[in-house]
């Protein structure tokens, strides 16, 4: 005996076939579909439903037509902007200003390097301004330690020339070649935390935006 089929087993079966192909569809625009299309079968005979169903389609083509036309295109995520390197920012210049000027009283001569090398790795300053605080402290440094040494040199053997003798000199009044060689070396010498103080009163009013 055959059994006839209905509008509503005709209906089931579209809807099943129409769930399986629209797997890929994103979940409210096929539960629209879906939900459109059960409504337009509901109550119809089997005649009526299989009309219907023929002008419908197939559900494969009414799911790549969902896909095509609520398809969203995926962006990728907007890059988040790196912040900005910490040798651009005041603070490290601060630093390195400082270190430069008073990092050889902590650590004699390699803090000063150390300075030296933050006071160049800093976008804060111009070239000619690392330069001009770097170098000619260090050279006129050098040149005083050697002048002092030469002033020393050639006044002890003035005295040693002249037959003065160590009773004769007093050694609570330094002698004038002393306080000459002496001056030299803090003059010197003094540059250094000069130069760190410098490159700070350079940098007011400046930022990162505005680095050399």
Known sequence: MTTQTTGAQLRDDYLARLDAAMRGVPHGIAGEIRAGIAEELEGLDAAAAAARIAQLGDPVDIAREAQQEGAVPVLAPAP???GPPATSTRGFAIA??????????????????????????STMWRTG??????????????????LAMGMWTITSVTVTGTGTTPDEVSPLMPAWYDLIWMGLILLGFLLVPLSGLWLLWRMRG???ASDR
């Open 129 to 146: 301004e690392k330069v001009m605080a770097i170098v000619v402290p260090l050279v006129a440094a050098s040149i005083s330690a050697l």
């Open 206 to 208: 400046r930022s990162p």
């Open 96 to 121: 390195a200003a400082l270190t430069l000027s008073f990092g050889g009283v902590v650590l004699p001569f390699l803090g000063w390097v150390v300075g030296a090398v933050l006071v160049c790795l």
């Open 80 to 82: 988040v902007p790196a």
